[in-house]
């Protein structure tokens, strides 16, 4: 398997413990300065180190009850970048569906996620997520 199959295969594996909930898993995945960096300007946007995603992951199932469904479109990998085209499909605890579109983009190193960028419908996360509510200045 060459490396670019191999980091395919551990991006897959960890969106599915996301898709999970498997908290251990997604931090274990994580390097120890590894950040997930949500786009946009919205109440969720921003750079979080490993810690705090560990904290996010946690509450997954309390804004999502039923769970929050992926669906893979498409991977690419060169290199150490992975990146991936998905969906999402889930019933947020307001009762709102929740159904977005993404595009993630991985940086591996050492066979872990240094970085993680998450672009997304920021306009449906203030919606559905955030309640409406938006960031001051």
Request: aromatic share 10%; with cysteine; proline share 3%.
């Given at each position: 398997?060459?490396?670019?199959?191999?980091?395919k295969a551990f991006v897959l594996d960890f969106l599915d413990a996301v898709r999970r909930g498997d908290v251990a898993k997604i931090v274990a995945a994580y390097t120890e300065d590894g950040y997930c960096e949500t786009m946009g300007r919205t109440l969720i946007s921003g750079?979080?180190?490993?810690?705090?995603?560990?904290?996010?992951?946690?509450?997954?199932?309390?804004?999502?009850?039923?769970?929050?469904?992926?669906?893979?479109?498409?991977?690419?990998?060169?290199?150490?970048?992975?990146?991936?085209?998905?969906?999402?499909?889930?019933?947020?605890?307001?009762?709102?569906?929740?159904?977005?579109?993404?595009?993630?983009?991985?940086?591996?190193?050492?066979?872990?996620?240094?970085?993680?960028?998450?672009?997304?419908?920021?306009?449906?996360?203030?919606?559905?997520?955030?309640?409406?509510?938006?960031?001051?200045?």
């Amino acid at each position: 398997m060459t490396d670019p199959e191999r980091n395919k295969a551990f991006v897959l594996d960890f969106l599915d413990a996301v898709r999970r909930g498997d908290v251990a898993k997604i931090v274990a995945a994580y390097t120890e300065d590894g950040y997930c960096e949500t786009m946009g300007r919205t109440l969720i946007s921003g750079r979080f180190p490993r810690d705090a995603v560990a904290a996010a992951s946690g509450r997954i199932f309390e804004a999502f009850p039923q769970g929050l469904d992926f669906q893979i479109l498409t991977v690419t990998a060169e290199g150490d970048r992975v990146a991936v085209e998905a969906t999402s499909r889930g019933m947020h605890v307001s009762g709102k569906l929740y159904a977005n579109h993404y595009h993630f983009l991985f940086r591996l190193r050492d066979g872990k996620i240094a970085v993680m960028k998450e672009f997304m419908d920021t306009e449906h996360v203030t919606e559905v997520l955030c309640g409406g509510a938006r960031p001051s200045v």
